[in-house]
């Protein structure tokens, strides 16, 4: 339980009671207010440079990224650390590998961005099938985890209040991305990237203060209070010395965080090309230095709280945040103290909400776009009926995450959160590189891609530590653990790879290729520059 008064708690509530009313608020006059899809979808790119920025590091900087990391780096030290800058890093490669080829080639979905130059129904389904696989794991993980988070602050822990909470905040996501659109969705991410930098600011600088300013004097506070020596501030900490296996989860985080569905769609919503780059400025330099407030918050709740204060709140250190904060103002806060936890908890929540409303509205837009419009009918439908199909999508993809969300919450959900990272890296990042780059690239390879990347994923996540075989696994009582490594990088991103590489050139050997290579020369002035194209619905 925490150790706040009342007043405390009373006053998260009201804030999180007001948080929901302006956030609807928000989608109802934002979103889009008859049947168009280039608002629903991309809310007519209306978003400023700034603006679109902001949503972008909302979107990168989930609540598992700021939970997480802070938990991490609170329980591990250098290993933390590192996954942090590995985040950071990722980011900066969208910026200046990807960032522009997809705005000029994606119109809604990243379907759109694969059959600009293979059309087809198949990459569409294939595109629609990868999509839900890479995200809603990571919408079940975030959800699963909000009603213990929630009990954190309002100091309700019955199971019935955590389960509720859980139900309740899926409703409000289904809401947001229903209702709100692209458009709607990117106002709530901004109102949170504004109040997280706040609270992780303010957070930051009372635990300098206590160490005098002095970051020498918070990491030795540091080690001291994580119980694990000098092995706190060298590698390894982590995977056991496993510097091989410290490697893949690097791997797996830099090629797959930020080319996930709901990060590019973003890019399709940018003005023109040198919008999208001043908008990738700005979300690059929100998340460096939320990375780095985050980091200090990290160190800061190992050296006050300790390791033994995490653990036994929460064995992955997901609410260290709240307990660092707590154990900086006392247990008599009084009304400033009270203040700066209140903000602290509107932080955690508005991250909880934004980021699942995100997730749901790629899911809801993929379904709708990229697997019913064009992927299972001949015919397309009306604007009407595809916003009707994508809003009954938003509700369906809601719907099943918070089932699966509330009677899994009493499991250790981690290995979902790498799974969505691990199909990123290894389907999606091939896919979009190859696409957007590889002349000689064919449908085969494409699908051979997709297909590989994502099976390999799930197929060698079954093996590691993080679903069976150690204590912070999903079945933790059971062993069947039969791959080496905690992320599945090492092997199934070069499967990727390699698989879209085998696809082509047996492609090429059937004389199947001609007509997509022909294709990359008609669109590649168009992908790479931003030339003017006739169409973008293909």
Known sequence: MNGFDSDAQTMSLIAFIAVITVTLLLCVMTGPDRDDLGEFYT?????????????????YISAGTVLGTIGIIALLGYDGLSLALSTVLSLVLMMFLLAEPLRNAGRFTMGDVLTRRTPGPAVRITSAAVTLT????????????????????????ADGFKTGSIVFLGLLMIAYAAIGGMKGTAFIQIVKTVVLLGASTAVAVLLLERFDFSLGGLLAAAERGSGAGDAYLTAGLQFGGDQ????????TVVLGAAVLPHITMRMFTARSARAVRRSMSWAVSTVVVTCLLLAV?????????????????DPQGKSAFLLV?????????????????TGVATAVFLTLLASVAGITLACANSLAHDLVAHGLRRVRPSHATEMAVARAAAAGVGLVALAVAAGARHLNLQALLMLSFCVG???????????LFWRRYARTGLLAT?????????VLMTGTDLVSGSPQAVFPEADFNWFPFTTTGLVSVPLGFAAG?????????????????????????????GAPAADRTA
């Open 43 to 59: 809310g007519y790119r209306s978003l400023s440079p700034v603006q679109s920025g902001l949503a972008i590091a909302g979107d």
């Open 134 to 157: 890479a995200l809603l794991p990571l919408v079940v993980f975030q959800l699963a985890g909000a009603g213990d988070l929630l009990a954190v602050v309002l100091g309700f822990h």
């Open 244 to 251: 091989t296996d410290m490697i893949s989860a690097q791997l």
């Open 297 to 313: 918050i990290g160190f800061g709740a190992a050296a006050v709280v300790g390791h033994q204060g995490l653990v036994a709140a």
């Open 325 to 341: 904060t707590q154990a900086l103002l006392g247990q008599e806060p009084g009304p400033l103290g009270s203040l700066l936890f």
């Open 425 to 435: 890296a290894s389907a999606v990042a091939p896919a979009l590189v190859y696409s």
């Open 450 to 458: 997709l297909i590989t990347g994502t099976v390999s994923a799930l």
């Open 501 to 529: 590489w085998l696809g082509t050139v047996l492609s090429e050997r059937r004389g199947a290729a001609g007509a997509e290579a022909l294709r990359y020369e008609e669109v590649e002035p168009v992908l790479l520059a």
